[in-house]
């Protein structure tokens, strides 16, 4: 019986407090709809841009020689420095291939994340490029100090789409035997 009582008052309650407030969750009429206007103030989110380049980038098919992808950002000076660590025996053209990729994407997320930008086509790095300068190195692991092994070292003054070049006069590291190893299984693996 108390038993009864005790939940015939907590029901009460509950009606009490329900029909006693107003509604102020969602007073429109209809659906809720996404805003697809350009917006002013925009913050990229780079933690989400750099997992997704990892993802795309590093341990894929596309591209073997991938190891890491690094950048800064400096938003007062508009200026971003992207460094991709490759394998050893990765060749300038390969280099090439990856930082080409790595920076029109990155155009590419800057204009999914904010409207304003336009995305990257053969002929452009998109909209956030012309906005931003950007310095891109091509390295082998481990060679950070060593320039004589930078595959790609240049900078992209903003807007200019300058085509990405090897450095000249690099010097392609061997692949070591643990890379050999690596590109054999995955090889195999493949058949």
Not at 57 to 81: C, G, H, R, T, W
Not at 112 to 118: G, H, K, L, P, V
Not at 169 to 187: L, Y
Request: hydrophobic fraction near 35%; charge should be negative.
């Amino acid at each position: 019986m108390m038993r009864n009582k005790a939940l015939m008052i907590c029901a009460m309650s509950v009606l009490l407090l329900t029909g006693c407030t107003e509604k102020h969750i969602l007073n429109s009429t209809g659906p809720a709809e996404p805003v697809f206007e350009t917006q002013q103030g925009i913050v990229l989110d780079w933690d989400q841009i750099g997992n997704d380049m990892d993802e795309e980038f590093v341990n894929n098919e596309e591209y073997p020689m991938a190891l890491s992808v690094n950048y800064s950002v400096d938003q007062k000076n508009k200026k971003i420095d992207l460094t991709l660590i490759v394998k050893d025996g990765t060749t300038p053209d390969e280099a090439v291939v990856f930082a080409n990729a790595a920076v029109r994407y990155i155009g590419d997320e800057a204009a999914m994340q904010d409207f304003s930008f336009e995305k990257s086509s053969d002929t452009s790095y998109g909209g956030f490029f012309k906005d931003y300068d950007l310095h891109v190195i091509v390295m082998p692991d481990y060679r950070m100090k060593e320039e004589q092994y930078w595959l790609v070292d240049m900078d992209i003054p903003k807007g200019s789409d300058e085509k990405i070049v090897p450095k000249e006069g690099a010097v392609i590291t061997e692949a070591t035997s643990e890379d050999q190893e690596e590109d054999t299984e995955s090889t195999e693996s493949d058949q």
